[in-house]
């Protein structure tokens, strides 16, 4: 089933709803003027809607497998999951001192949602990253933020989601 990415009703929430113009006021995120979120929100929907869309059935009727020792991912997932850490969605939010964007939450938040829309059984995988990625940001040594967070951001490492038990 095609899916169409709804960029113009985040461009809408963005300018008429949520106030996201206070957030580009600060000097924090003053770099996310409109059309650099706006041309942001077209490419990860380009991706969404022609490289992750596709996979989306496969990923369901052809799940993970371990085959002789190694685990196999569904058709097309590693090329998807690729197309996402070469666009930098993985570390959108994240600190640009260890290779993220430093984009608003607000911005990942809407292209998670394109990417969980086209394929959500491959879009889990760097949402539990980008948990992993704001976790240790905020609570962990120097030294391992700077072993971690590089791999995280860039896509070279996954996380597992963050447990609190």
């Not at 008429?16 to 059309?35: I, W």
């Not at 869309?53 to 685990?71: F, I, K, M, S, W």
């Not at 971690?148 to 609190?164: A, E, Q």
Request: net charge negative; proline share 5%; hydrophobic share 40%.
């Amino acid at each position: 089933m095609p899916y169409t990415a709804p960029v113009s009703e985040f461009d809408f929430l963005y300018r008429h709803v949520v106030g996201f113009d206070r957030v580009t006021a600060t000097d924090r995120y003053a770099d996310a003027t409109p059309d650099t979120v706006a041309a942001i929100l077209t490419e990860a929907a380009k991706m969404a809607e022609t490289v992750l869309a596709p996979l989306n059935r496969g990923g369901d009727l052809q799940g993970a497998r371990l085959e002789n020792g190694v685990v196999r991912t569904s058709p097309g997932f590693a090329d998807g999951y690729r197309a996402i850490a070469e666009g930098g969605y993985i570390g959108m939010s994240a600190d640009p001192q260890s290779g993220g964007l430093g984009l608003p939450m607000a911005v990942t938040t809407a292209v998670n949602e394109m990417i969980g829309s086209a394929c959500l059984s491959l879009q889990l995988n760097p949402l539990m990253t980008q948990g992993q990625i704001e976790a240790l940001e905020h609570h962990a040594s120097d030294e391992l933020k700077a072993l971690y967070l590089p791999r995280l951001i860039s896509g070279d490492w996954c996380g597992t989601m963050n447990l609190t038990e």
